[in-house]
């Protein structure tokens, strides 16, 4: 079962400036990884930097609906 059939995944999109998805384009070739992973990995670092700074994320974050 691939990530697009997997209960544990959720597609996510949105619409971003051009020169930042063309950054992202080119990290994902880079690392060789398709984009779902490459956005995975700069989602987890986000956050995981996020809460290294901060602490931890307030409860009304950490399970958004």
Known sequence: MGKKDSPKYELVRGHVPKSL???????????????SEGLEQILTFF?????????SLAPSQQNPP
Do not use: H, M, V
């Open 21 to 35: 998805a063309r950054r992202f384009k080119l990290y994902c070739l880079e690392e060789e990884i398709d984009y």
């Open 47 to 55: 956050f995981s930097d996020r809460e290294g700074q901060e602490g």
